[in-house]
């Protein structure tokens, strides 16, 4: 049977979204996570884009562990650089790729735009940006994303949430700024994307507005009825890590218009819409 969807690493925060969502709007979906597909090998790639036979692949699978990165940056660009392109090979512009806000250095004041010089600061976001370079010689899309959030996974809100309940107080950095971006919402958009006659290229997959990782805490506590104050400001030094992080992740969504698509909605209008699900009790 002729598959409309193929979606690899489904099994992620964002993969389940994209199914579920997928599945809930009726179309036939295909979804392969690592048990599923080993995209490192470029055999079996091809062989499942051709088995498949799909209108629209959207790839979400990348190696995440920014950290980890840095000591194993040959392993990462395997999977989001290599994998990509055996996979940007097979789809052509049929792929919709998934990346990220680390392809910048994150040194600006003001939003990121699609068309701005990439400059990345650690082995994660050149690794990612290997990969969009290879999805765009074969002429798909690359779809930008950051601070992502989800009822399936762990991230920073489940991780305030949590602590919102063990900690008298809590130290978060507040020199960072970007958009924290819900993966029920990205899914959405990456459906609609797919779905559009839209010129490919890049996009930018995030939620309106600007704040920072403090911010975004302070945001959770008042969702949760706890007192803001308890989410303490700290510069991000207090917390050395092996990988570099942009100061500024924010990113500019002007490319949406050429799609005929609105972006993303405001990153608080999404957190207080996704709160039941990532807080049900």
């Known amino acids: 049977m002729t598959s409309t969807w ?13 199914v579920e969502a997928l599945a809930r709007d009726g179309e036939h979906v295909v979804a392969l996570g690592r048990a599923e597909l080993d995209v490192t090998d470029p055999d079996a790639v091809a062989a499942a884009v051709r088995d498949t036979a799909p ?19 040959p392993e990462a660009l395997a999977v989001n650089g290599h994998a990509v392109r055996a996979l940007a090979a097979a789809c052509g512009p049929r792929l919709l ?28 976001g050149r690794t990612k940006l290997a990969g969009e370079r290879a999805v765009l010689a074969h002429g798909g899309t690359v779809v930008r994303t950051a601070w992502l959030y989800g009822e399936h996974g762990p ?6 949430i949590r602590l919102a309940g063990a900690q008298d107080q809590v130290t978060v950095v507040d020199d960072q700024f970007g958009q924290p971006t819900w993966t029920a919402d990205l899914a ?31 945001e959770i506590f008042k969702l949760l009825g706890a007192d803001p104050g308890r989410v303490l400001p700290v510069p991000a030094t207090r917390f050395p890590r092996p990988a570099r992080r942009p100061a500024n992740s924010v990113l500019a969504h002007d490319r949406w218009a050429a799609a005929g698509l ?3 909605r405001d990153w608080r209008a999404a957190l207080h819409a996704a709160w039941p699900r990532l807080n049900p009790s």
Do not use: K
Not at 55 to 73: G, S
Not at 102 to 116: L, M, N
Not at 155 to 160: D, E, Q, V
């Open 155 to 160: 991230s920073f809100a489940r991780t305030m």
């Open 97 to 124: 790729h998934v990346s990220t806000d680390y392809v910048f250095a994150g040194t600006g004041s003001r939003p990121y735009r699609e068309d701005e010089a990439t400059d990345p600061v650690n082995a994660y």
């Open 262 to 264: 609105p972006p993303i």
């Open 188 to 218: 959405a958009q990456l459906i609609r994307l797919g779905r559009a006659p839209a010129p490919g290229g890049i996009y930018h997959g995030t939620s309106g507005g600007r704040t920072s990782w403090h911010g975004f805490a302070q």
């Open 6 to 18: 193929l979606v690899t690493g489904a099994a992620g925060m964002l993969g389940v979204d994209l």
């Open 55 to 73: 209108r629209v692949v959207i790839n979400c699978a990348a190696w995440t562990a920014v950290d980890d990165a840095e000591a194993h940056e």
